[in-house]
């Protein structure tokens, strides 16, 4: 049988619509419609005046949406984009970075959620301001964080959509991010972070059925899994030799271990080692200190909540290997020209970079395989994908500037003005984001998911050191973790700037970064920058003073319990800044018109002043919003499904290692 398609231009690029049919369209516009109720029904009913209810949704969520939010904000149309090209190109080990959160969402919840709930804080540089006092870890962290979004999720997110548009309704790239931005946008700073959950909630769902549906077709197409297998290791491109090029045959022919995630620690592309402890460390980083993710589960009603919402998450995430791994792989055996091509002038062809098509092959299996109707749900799927992503980056990066940078500036900002500035920043992100996307389309062979896990190889673990260290060991003061971060930040950006410099090439033409710079993989490099960054930070915190114990309860794992007074390494000088409207005479209030009321409650500023709440109350609420306390049934159920999440875990590892 021949499983090679001709070396046609892809149909988006050929000026014919896949999706140009009432079916298609009619699906669209429903999900667009059911989107936006979800949205304004989640306005309506919670509170987005205050920066509690806008930027934590009140703390008042249950497990269920957060365990699906947090799969919708870590799945992004980078992840259907990503991991079914690198599928496509290598096989099955990029899904075992999907199973390492099974691991990770058991460390996030049961270790890292419990002391940032006791801490009481909103944002992870508060926590790091609290725990080693000063403002200069916070703010690195602040700005080093939102370099990240800018670099590993938006504009990557931005990008893979955009693809998809691009081959299902051929616009240009850049005016189908400018679309898809117009709308996601919209609830994401009207509606707060409830909106964002809700819709997410609503997104998740659609992303899992019109996944399993596709994932139907591809394997009816391939004729089932052992076929699959089969047929995989036999996909190489018609076209592997080329005037003035020398292509070796491992550039086109599927690695042996293609269905392997263990693979050799010195030869494989993906070696096992890194795997399992490079990727530890940048699943820490990700899962257990980033805003976007912890946010999600601060907003939790209470301890219970945030441990069964991360069960739920860590099961959500054995399904990324089934539903976008294999299709892409699925894509190689049915396109193997257009998504195995290894010619840069054949790949430019096809898809308008040189240095190889996978990252088309999700997008090309939804446009020839789905019929009408169902191409417009997947179309929703994509779009449902990039819409949460973005959404749930755009609230936690605003969250960050706002709470964390703004307010060094403008130390006296009042609360409306505060959320003006976070969603104002939101458009400045976007754009430096657009401008970064010509570097990810031509970076690591034109494979997204490695892209991203690369660069963040190079910022991320000198911050999962500092996190560590910081809550388990007490002694780790200011000194040692400032100067860890910022020795860690320097190796990492040389490591990164040579990369972007030098190229990172493809396997036909090759980078010629020095060897010993780029010669070691992205994941033992992540190994050796944590070690170095623990070696400092402990190292010159023994050095200088430890910070006494008074200034540690509930912040740091062995004080969890302390239930004396913390007194504060400093002052937090924002929280003070919101009574200073109760000394001097009370100003005048104008009674606005009809259309600032308008914009007031489509941005949920209040209409009048928030109620004073007098000590007591203060108290009370912060009692309650630092509890940890949690029934002993329900304890012990979420525990045991704990365990039980990690054998499931433990045997998908092997079954497929």
Same mark, same amino acid.
């Given at each position: 049988?021949?499983?090679?398609?001709?070396?046609?231009?892809?149909?988006?690029?050929?000026?014919?619509?896949?999706?140009?049919?009432?079916?298609?369209?009619?699906?669209?516009?429903?999900?667009?419609?059911?989107?936006?109720?979800?949205?304004?029904?989640?306005?309506?009913?919670?509170?987005?005046?205050?920066?509690?209810?806008?930027?934590?949704?009140?703390?008042?969520?249950?497990?269920?949406?957060?365990?699906?939010?947090?799969?919708?904000?870590?799945?992004?149309?980078?992840?259907?984009?990503?991991?079914?090209?690198?599928?496509?190109?290598?096989?099955?080990?990029?899904?075992?970075?999907?199973?390492?959160?099974?691991?990770?969402?058991?460390?996030?919840?049961?270790?890292?959620?419990?002391?940032?709930?006791?801490?009481?804080?909103?944002?992870?540089?508060?926590?790091?301001?609290?725990?080693?006092?000063?403002?200069?870890?916070?703010?690195?962290?602040?700005?080093?964080?939102?370099?990240?979004?800018?670099?590993?999720?938006?504009?990557?997110?931005?990008?893979?959509?955009?693809?998809?548009?691009?081959?299902?309704?051929?616009?240009? !790239?850049? &005016?189908?991010?400018?679309?898809? *931005? =117009?709308?996601?946008?919209?609830?994401? $700073?009207? +509606?707060?972070? #409830?909106? %964002?959950?809700?819709?997410?909630?609503?997104?998740?769902? !659609?992303? &899992?059925?019109?996944?399993?549906? *596709? =994932?139907?077709?591809?394997?009816?197409? $391939?004729? +089932?899994?052992? #076929?699959? %297998?089969?047929?995989?290791?036999?996909?190489?491109?018609?076209?592997?030799?080329?005037?003035?090029?020398?292509?070796?045959?491992?550039?086109?022919?599927?690695?042996?271990?293609?269905?392997?995630?263990?693979?050799?620690?010195?030869?494989?592309?993906?070696?096992?080692?890194?795997?399992?402890?490079?990727?530890?460390?940048?699943?820490?980083?990700?899962?257990?200190?980033?805003?976007?993710?912890?946010?999600?589960?601060?907003?939790?009603?209470?301890?219970?909540?945030?441990?069964?919402?991360?069960?739920?998450?860590?099961?959500?995430?054995?399904?990324?290997?089934?539903?976008?791994?294999?299709?892409?792989?699925?894509?190689?055996?049915?396109?193997?020209?257009?998504?195995?091509?290894?010619?840069?002038?054949?790949?430019?062809?096809?898809?308008?970079?040189?240095?190889?098509?996978?990252?088309?092959?999700?997008?090309?299996?939804?446009?020839?395989?789905?019929?009408?109707?169902?191409?417009?749900?997947?179309?929703?799927?994509?779009?449902?994908?990039?819409?949460?992503?973005?959404?749930?980056?755009?609230?936690?990066?605003?969250?960050?500037?706002?709470?964390?940078?703004?307010?060094?500036?403008?130390?006296?900002?009042?609360?409306?003005?505060?959320?003006?500035?976070?969603?104002?920043?939101?458009?400045?992100?976007?754009?430096?984001?657009?401008?970064?996307?010509?570097?990810?389309?031509?970076?690591?062979?034109?494979?997204?998911?490695?892209?991203?896990?690369?660069?963040?190889?190079?910022?991320?673990?000198?911050?999962?050191?500092?996190?560590?260290?910081?809550?388990?060991?007490?002694?780790?003061?200011?000194?040692?973790?400032?100067?860890?971060?910022?020795?860690?930040?320097?190796?990492?950006?040389?490591?990164?700037?040579?990369?972007?410099?030098?190229?990172?090439?493809?396997?036909?033409?090759?980078?010629?970064?020095?060897?010993?710079?780029?010669?070691?993989?992205?994941?033992?490099?992540?190994?050796?920058?944590?070690?170095?960054?623990?070696?400092?930070?402990?190292?010159?915190?023994?050095?200088?003073?430890?910070?006494?114990?008074?200034?540690?309860?509930?912040?740091?794992?062995?004080?969890?319990?302390?239930?004396?007074?913390?007194?504060?390494?400093?002052?937090?000088?924002?929280?003070?800044?919101?009574?200073?409207?109760?000394?001097?005479?009370?100003?005048?209030?104008?009674?606005?018109?009809?259309?600032?009321?308008?914009?007031?409650?489509?941005?949920?500023?209040?209409?009048?002043?928030?109620?004073?709440?007098?000590?007591?109350?203060?108290?009370?609420?912060?009692?309650?919003?630092?509890?940890?306390?949690?029934?002993?049934?329900?304890?012990?159920?979420?525990?045991?499904?704990?365990?039980?999440?990690?054998?499931?875990?433990?045997?998908?590892?092997?079954?497929?290692?």
């Amino acid at each position: 049988m021949n499983l090679q398609v001709t070396t046609a231009v892809p149909q988006a690029d050929n000026g014919t619509l896949a999706i140009n049919n009432p079916a298609d369209i009619s699906v669209i516009v429903i999900y667009f419609i059911v989107v936006l109720v979800v949205g304004l029904w989640a306005m309506l009913s919670t509170s987005r005046g205050t920066v509690g209810g806008f930027f934590l949704a009140g703390r008042s969520m249950v497990w269920w949406p957060i365990g699906a939010s947090l799969f919708a904000s870590n799945i992004g149309s980078g992840h259907f984009v990503g991991l079914a090209g690198t599928g496509a190109a290598a096989g099955i080990a990029i899904g075992g970075f999907e199973w390492n959160a099974l691991v990770m969402v058991i460390i996030l919840g049961w270790l890292f959620v419990p002391i940032y709930i006791k801490a009481g804080v909103v944002t992870m540089p508060e926590y790091l301001k609290r725990r080693f006092g000063g403002q200069r870890i916070r703010i690195y962290l602040s700005v080093l964080s939102l370099m990240l979004y800018i670099f590993t999720k938006i504009s990557a997110d931005m990008f893979s959509g955009a693809i998809f548009i691009q081959q299902a309704l051929g616009l240009d !790239i850049y &005016v189908a991010v400018v679309l898809l *931005l =117009m709308i996601t946008a919209l609830y994401t $700073v009207t +509606g707060g972070l #409830a909106a %964002v959950i809700y819709t997410d909630t609503l997104q998740t769902i !659609i992303m &899992v059925v019109g996944s399993f549906i *596709l =994932m139907g077709f591809g394997f009816n197409a $391939v004729g +089932g899994y052992d #076929a699959f %297998v089969e047929k995989y290791m036999q996909a190489k491109p018609s076209v592997v030799t080329w005037p003035g090029l020398n292509i070796s045959a491992r550039c086109y022919t599927p690695s042996p271990d293609s269905f392997h995630i263990f693979r050799d620690p010195l030869t494989g592309d993906m070696p096992w080692p890194g795997l399992v402890f490079g990727l530890t460390i940048l699943g820490i980083w990700y899962w257990c200190t980033d805003q976007v993710i912890v946010q999600r589960c601060l907003s939790a009603k209470n301890l219970s909540h945030v441990k069964a919402g991360c069960i739920l998450c860590g099961y959500l995430k054995l399904l990324p290997m089934f539903l976008m791994v294999f299709p892409g792989m699925m894509s190689r055996i049915l396109y193997t020209d257009v998504v195995a091509c290894v010619v840069p002038e054949l790949c430019t062809k096809y898809c308008g970079t040189s240095v190889g098509c996978s990252n088309v092959a999700y997008p090309r299996m939804v446009v020839d395989l789905m019929p009408n109707g169902l191409r417009g749900l997947m179309l929703s799927v994509m779009l449902a994908s990039l819409m949460s992503s973005l959404t749930s980056i755009f609230n936690s990066a605003s969250t960050l500037f706002t709470m964390d940078i703004y307010t060094k500036i403008r130390s006296q900002a009042s609360e409306k003005e505060l959320m003006i500035a976070g969603r104002v920043f939101i458009l400045a992100l976007i754009g430096v984001s657009i401008a970064w996307i010509p570097i990810i389309q031509s970076s690591k062979s034109g494979q997204l998911f490695d892209y991203i896990q690369s660069i963040t190889s190079y910022l991320g673990p000198p911050i999962t050191a500092v996190f560590l260290l910081g809550i388990f060991c007490k002694r780790v003061n200011e000194q040692g973790a400032f100067y860890g971060l910022l020795v860690g930040l320097f190796i990492g950006l040389a490591r990164m700037i040579a990369e972007f410099a030098y190229g990172t090439g493809s396997c036909v033409t090759p980078s010629n970064c020095p060897k010993i710079i780029c010669g070691v993989h992205y994941l033992y490099f992540a190994l050796i920058l944590f070690g170095i960054s623990c070696i400092l930070v402990l190292g010159i915190s023994l050095a200088t003073k430890p910070i006494d114990d008074k200034h540690l309860y509930r912040l740091c794992w062995s004080l969890r319990n302390n239930t004396e007074e913390r007194v504060d390494l400093e002052v937090d000088d924002w929280t003070n800044t919101q009574d200073q409207e109760s000394t001097g005479v009370e100003e005048p209030h104008e009674e606005p018109g009809c259309c600032r009321k308008a914009i007031n409650w489509f941005c949920g500023f209040d209409q009048g002043s928030a109620p004073k709440l007098s000590e007591e109350e203060q108290a009370e609420l912060q009692k309650k919003l630092t509890d940890t306390s949690e029934h002993p049934l329900w304890r012990n159920v979420v525990n045991a499904n704990g365990i039980v999440l990690l054998t499931v875990a433990v045997f998908f590892h092997g079954f497929y290692a």
